[in-house]
Nanobody
Framework: QVQLVESGGGLVQPGGSLRLSCAAS????????IAWFRQAPGKEREGVSC????????YYADSVKGRFTISRDNTKNTVYLHLNSLKPEDTAVYYC???????????????????????WGQGTQVTVSS
């Protein structure tokens, strides 16, 4: 069964950290760019970060630059998003999505529409609150 599964969400205090995982099954992530999105209640889905397939390039939205770090471990078929210095406005459901492409991360996240991604995960909730 082909799927992406996110995990690692939870409740954290402001200033805290979390590590989200996006694990693929049924296919290899080696040839896929992986993007992380988030959606807060009443708001549109927002592209947060992306990592390229072949060049390993990374890209971050301004809202998370300097606080979030994306990485991939192809041996585990998993992509990670490290969330540091969390703020209440980071509260959202976080989704990962995969697109089979060699385009650099900045191109993937800033030009692809959500329906152009090949696979989506089910999401993991991140809540930042004291």
């Amino acid at each position: 069964q082909v799927q992406l599964v996110e995990s690692g969400g939870g409740l954290v205090q402001p200033g805290g950290s979390l590590r989200l995982s996006c694990a693929a099954s049924g296919f290899s992530l080696d040839y896929y760019a992986i993007a992380w999105f988030r959606q807060a209640p009443g708001k549109e889905r927002e592209g947060v970060s992306c990592i390229g397939s072949s060049d390993g390039s990374t890209y971050y939205a301004d809202s998370v630059k300097g606080r979030f770090t994306i990485s991939r471990d192809n041996t585990k078929n998993t992509v990670y998003l490290h969330l540091n210095s969390l703020k209440p406005e980071d509260t959202a459901v976080y989704y990962c999505a995969a697109d089979q492409t060699i385009l650099p991360a900045i191109v993937v996240l800033t030009t692809l529409t959500t329906d152009e991604y090949d696979y989506w995960g089910q999401g993991t909730q991140v809540t930042v609150s004291s």
